[in-house]
């Protein structure tokens, strides 16, 4: 899951429940998933206005793969994230 972010803090809490329950949906379906922001991506991007990851591990208990790098790496396989495989 890629979450868009603008660099303002431009949010209510309704915006906050909507994309917690979405997160949680995609969780239900593909518990396994790796869950990053646009700044996790893109190098060109400032600092976060939210933390996905932190978000992810706060509200559900998940962290993506330790050493995956999205920024030099290519996407990981199901098979690698099933196997908790990095770089």
């Known amino acids: 899951m890629i979450a868009l ?4 803090w ?3 809490s309704s915006q906050i429940k909507t994309v917690k329950k979405l997160m949680e949906a995609i969780y ?3 518990p396994g ?3 990053l922001g646009l700044y996790d991506i893109l190098s060109t991007t400032e600092s976060p206005w939210w933390d996905v990851q932190n978000a992810a591990r706060i509200w ?5 793969i330790k050493g995956y790098d999205p920024r030099k ?3 990981l ?4 994230i ?3 495989l990095g770089n």
């Not at 972010?5 to 303002?8: I, K, V």
């Not at 396989?77 to 690698?80: A, G, M, N, S, W």
Request: glycine share 8%.
């Open 5 to 8: 972010e603008e660099l303002e």
């Open 10 to 12: 431009k949010v209510n």
């Open 28 to 30: 239900n379906v593909k």
């Open 33 to 35: 998933i790796q869950t």
């Open 60 to 64: 559900f208990g998940k962290e993506n």
């Open 73 to 75: 790496s290519e996407p």
């Open 77 to 80: 396989t199901q098979k690698q």
């Open 82 to 84: 099933i196997d908790g």
